[in-house]
């Protein structure tokens, strides 16, 4: 049975920052693709950024967060991770972790999701 789990998420002051992680069990993780995605109230899911399975592992993330999100993974500990930087308060969401095999856009395993609330 695959489980996705996001943490990290919280209540961060505009300029701030939060490190989401997302650890995939039941599959084998330098296999799959990994994406992350947020929904803000009111709005439609939009995909934030990714990272390529095995050999490459190639991180790229949306234009509107180049620059101040990074994507990374630790295949030892099966854990994806969005390193958001400056964050605004525009990035208020709720951040989920998706997890499927390359070609398969978004791919069929989501975790929970984790609230980024961005406000002083």
């Known amino acids: 049975q695959v489980q996705v789990v996001e943490s990290g998420g919280g209540l961060v002051q505009p300029g701030g920052s939060l490190r989401l992680s997302c650890v995939v069990s039941?599959?084998?993780?330098?296999?799959?693709?990994l994406r992350w995605y947020r929904q803000a109230p009111g709005k439609e899911r939009e995909f934030v950024g990714g990272?390529?399975?095995?050999?490459?592992?190639?991180?790229y993330t949306a234009d509107f967060v180049k620059g101040r999100f990074t994507i990374s993974r630790d295949n030892a500990k099966s854990t994806c991770y969005l390193q958001m930087n400056s964050l605004k308060p525009e990035d208020t969401a709720v951040y989920y972790c998706?997890?499927?095999?390359?070609?398969?856009?978004?791919?069929?395993?989501w975790g929970q999701g984790t609230q980024v609330t961005v406000s002083s």
């Open positions: 998706n997890a499927g095999l390359s070609g398969s856009s978004p791919g069929p395993y």
């Open positions: 039941g599959l084998t993780f330098s296999r799959y693709h």
């Open positions: 990272i390529g399975e095995s050999p490459v592992f190639m991180p």
